[in-house]
């Protein structure tokens, strides 16, 4: 069972879809009980930095959300992704989870429209499992304004956009997807896939 | 790099495609949730939607296909046609949609683009605008562009360069350029008006109205800045497939998404 952490912020039905369409059992929850049983955690999320962190404390589901991906693997998208890191400069500095070294910050790409909105290549990185069938130069589909900058070694999949976007992050058992997986064709359902199946 | 997208356009009315034959009659031409899952595996990057529902009734018909479709397609969906609330966003939104498209009540309330981008993010806010070049006046230095609601139907008067700005400001996250000179015609985008928008936006627009032979698809990237081009007929009655458009502009050195 995945369970897909409902804290207010984002498109969980889609991911919820997606996990249905690949045959996994999923639901969507914000009880500690429930997330508790769950096999794999899915942290989703479509807003704000502060807004995502100020929702997940209100929830009571941080201390929650650490503790599990300790054990259990966890995966964050697009904000969700975001919220993995130790610091967010968007509107204030604030807080994230911490559970992979470094901060999100806004893109700098001078003369590109932002946010950075549509299908980008990837170039492969550190290997991963998540990134298993995914080829240099496939496309995935991403929607954000705001970047991660971490080290290289926490990074399996990059895009370029006037800077170097972390695409697919992960630090042991914590994944995280600037992409949306979701609305990725094929190459994304495979990553979503991949993580299902993580034992 | 960003690929420049291939969208294909479906027209529904209450629950079902369909097509208009020469602006005379319409014709009911099959299932929108298997049209959208054909277009996907032919590699389409977004699909719209068009509701061009009249009744009430059909429009809770339109969130049932957008749920169903959402079950099956999973490229990005967009929903356009009577929209008119923040309500109607979070309708579409909620079955699965991940952007809206909203065209004449921004127009009368320009508030509904603004309000939906505050509630929703402007990722999901598209703005449709459907335009036609004005009859020069003396002392126009370029062409100007009058939009057009109802279906292209009625002259609202209102500038279209300056209703994109307008809607930028507003928070739209993109913008669906429907030339009512070109629609139809098969002979090329309008890329006078897709210049004339692009230069003053910095968001990703759309181009609609005019592809009809693969050439034209080249056209509008190589002459433009659009980042997306979008048809309907073309593709549904097969003339051109979204998969061979993709190929010819990947043979042009048009970064595109091949699948």
Known sequence: ?199 | MLAKRIIPCLDVRDGKVVKGINFVGIKEVGDPVERAMFYNEMGADEIVFLDITATHEGRGTMADVVRRTAENVFVPLTVGGGIRSTDDFRTLLRAGADKVSVNSAAIKNPELISDAASSFGSQCVVVAIDAKRAAAQNGDEAPRYHIFVHGGRIDTGKDAVKWAIEAERRGAGEILLTSMDTDGTKNGFDIDMLNAICSVVNIPVIASGGGGHIGDFTEVFQKTDADAALAASIFHYGELSVGDVKKALAETGVPVRIV
């Not at chain 1, 999923?26 to 942290?43: D, R």
């Not at chain 1, 995502?52 to 959300?65: F, N, P, R, V, Y």
């Not at chain 1, 989870?97 to 910050?105: C, P």
């Not at chain 1, 946010?115 to 069938?133: F, I, K, N, Q, T």
């Open chain 1, 1 to 199: 069972m995945i369970a897909i952490i409902d804290y207010g912020a984002g498109n969980l039905f889609s991911v919820k879809n997606a996990l249905d369409f690949l045959g996994f059992e999923s639901v969507i929850s914000s009880e500690k009980g429930q997330l508790a049983e769950a096999e794999k955690l899915i942290l989703p999320g479509v807003g704000a930095f502060p807004d995502a962190m100020g929702k997940l404390e209100s929830a009571g589901l941080i201390d929650t959300i650490i503790n599990m991906s300790e054990k259990k693997p966890l995966l964050g998208i697009c904000l969700g992704m975001q919220i993995l890191f130790e610091w967010g400069y968007e509107f204030e500095k604030t807080r994230g989870l911490g559970l992979i070294a470094g901060k999100v910050e806004r893109i700098n790409a001078p003369g590109l429209k932002i946010p950075h909105m549509g299908w980008s290549d990837v170039r492969r990185a550190a290997e991963c499992p998540l990134a298993a069938g995914v080829s240099e130069g496939d496309r995935l589909y991403f929607v954000h304004s705001y970047k991660a900058v971490t080290d290289m070694e926490n990074i399996s999949l990059y895009t370029e956009y006037g800077d170097l976007i972390p695409g697919l992050v992960f630090k042991g058992n914590v994944f995280g997807c600037q992409f949306h997986p979701e609305k990725s064709g094929g190459i994304g359902l495979r990553i979503l896939k991949n993580f299902g199946e993580l034992t």
